[in-house]
């Protein structure tokens, strides 16, 4: 079924507050029972001074939620201190499935699903609604997603590379082969070498068996990240080894921007830093780093040193 994707699929059940803070945004896809939703925080700073400011969206792993990934990321604590508005999005939802899911490949299950231009029109409204708040700087959106959402912040970061200034992956991998035209776009990608779930070298995953695709063979993950700095036409990486666990590489690229990924030797397939997969979804363990590498730092040092006016900020910044 062929739909026309524009800010018009969705019916406003919600609008964005007019005060700052925490709130929760609902959409419903006319024509369709298909429902949206996506957790919004804007700085206490943003309405009152009209200053307009970044926008992260974090997206969640394929059957999660919003607040799943909310939870998780740890990155509401600074987002006031860093002067970032961050949105948690949700995906589709599916008939007898708990969840969102998000229109990537290899996890599609029919041509019925929304088109990924969809889930982008679904972006676009939340930006539409800050922009008329005049809360919202268009040049710096950025966006992350965690494992499946990962795969599809490189999605929409290569179909649409004049809507983002920055892709960030944790756990994820490219599975999007055909990308648009368009300028550069800034990349982030921080990886397990021990998780099996996305596997660093490819292959199939170990929990295969237990979903509804247990065919997927993974593609490794480098093949993606050096199919991307090719088109972004990326200089020679230099690398760097924060502590003894991990290996970072970064390379500047055209457009001025930069790619960097980080391999933490240690980590599995987590959110790098907070609590491990398994703690964070079933709310259990404790509030101690399970790896040296820190996502959400270095998610916030990525986007200082691009949007910062003056010298990019040192690597060893403390803010989570």
Same mark, same amino acid.
């Given at each position: 079924?062929?739909?026309?994707?524009?800010?018009?699929?969705?019916?406003?059940?919600?609008?964005?507050?007019?005060?700052?803070?925490?709130?929760?945004?609902?959409?419903?896809?006319?024509?369709?029972?298909?429902?949206?939703?996506?957790?919004?925080?804007?700085?206490?700073?943003?309405?009152?001074?009209?200053?307009?400011?970044?926008?992260?969206?974090?997206?969640?792993?394929?059957?999660?939620?919003?607040?799943?990934?909310?939870?998780?990321?740890?990155?509401?604590?600074?987002?006031?201190?860093?002067? @970032?508005?961050? @949105?948690?999005?949700? $995906?589709?939802?599916?008939?007898?499935?708990?969840?969102?899911?998000?229109?990537?490949?290899?996890?599609?299950?029919?041509?019925?699903?929304?088109?990924?231009?969809?889930?982008?029109?679904?972006?676009?409204?939340?930006?539409?609604?800050?922009?008329?708040?005049?809360?919202?700087?268009?040049?710096?959106?950025?966006?992350?997603?965690?494992?499946?959402?990962?795969?599809?912040?490189?999605?929409? $970061?290569?179909?649409?590379?004049?809507?983002?200034?920055?892709?960030?992956?944790?756990?994820? &991998?490219?599975? &999007?082969?055909?990308?648009?035209?368009?300028?550069?776009?800034?990349?982030?990608?921080?990886?397990?070498?021990?998780?099996?779930?996305?596997?660093?070298?490819?292959?199939?995953?170990?929990?295969?068996?237990?979903?509804?695709?247990?065919?997927?063979?993974?593609?490794?993950?480098?093949?993606?990240?050096?199919?991307?700095?090719?088109?972004?036409?990326?200089?020679?990486?230099?690398?760097?080894?924060?502590?003894?666990?991990?290996?970072?590489?970064?390379?500047?690229?055209?457009?001025? &921007?930069?790619?960097?990924?980080?391999?933490?030797?240690?980590?599995?397939?987590?959110?790098?830093?907070?609590?491990?997969?398994?703690?964070?979804?079933?709310?259990?363990?404790?509030? &101690?780093?399970?790896?040296?590498?820190?996502?959400?730092?270095?998610?916030?040092?990525?986007?200082?040193?691009?949007?910062?006016?003056?010298?990019?900020?040192?690597?060893?910044?403390?803010?989570?």
């Amino acid at each position: 079924m062929l739909r026309i994707a524009t800010a018009a699929l969705f019916l406003m059940w919600t609008v964005l507050p007019a005060s700052s803070g925490t709130t929760v945004f609902r959409t419903q896809e006319l024509g369709t029972t298909n429902q949206r939703e996506a957790i919004i925080h804007i700085p206490d700073t943003a309405l009152a001074s009209k200053t307009p400011l970044p926008v992260l969206f974090v997206l969640h792993d394929q059957g999660e939620t919003p607040a799943e990934i909310k939870y998780a990321s740890h990155l509401l604590q600074a987002a006031d201190r860093n002067g @970032v508005i961050v @949105v948690f999005p949700s $995906g589709h939802t599916r008939a007898k499935a708990k969840g969102y899911y998000w229109s990537v490949p290899p996890f599609l299950e029919s041509e019925e699903e929304p088109t990924p231009v969809e889930d982008d029109a679904f972006l676009k409204e939340i930006l539409d609604r800050l922009d008329i708040q005049k809360v919202l700087d268009r040049d710096n959106v950025f966006i992350a997603g965690f494992a499946a959402g990962g795969s599809m912040a490189y999605q929409l $970061g290569c179909l649409f590379p004049r809507e983002y200034a920055g892709v960030i992956s944790v756990a994820g &991998t490219m599975t &999007t082969q055909a990308c648009a035209e368009g300028p550069s776009t800034s990349l982030l990608h921080l990886h397990g070498f021990d998780d099996t779930v996305m596997p660093y070298l490819g292959g199939k995953s170990a929990s295969a068996a237990s979903t509804s695709q247990p065919d997927i063979i993974w593609p490794d993950v480098m093949s993606g990240i050096r199919d991307w700095k090719s088109r972004q036409n990326c200089r020679v990486a230099k690398e760097s080894a924060p502590n003894e666990d991990t290996l970072c590489t970064e390379s500047r690229c055209s457009g001025d &921007t930069l790619a960097r990924t980080c391999l933490s030797f240690s980590s599995r397939h987590e959110w790098m830093g907070a609590k491990t997969y398994n703690e964070w979804k079933h709310r259990k363990g404790t509030e &101690t780093e399970t790896s040296s590498l820190n996502a959400t730092r270095e998610i916030w040092d990525f986007i200082r040193r691009l949007t910062a006016s003056k010298e990019p900020p040192s690597q060893a910044s403390s803010d989570t």
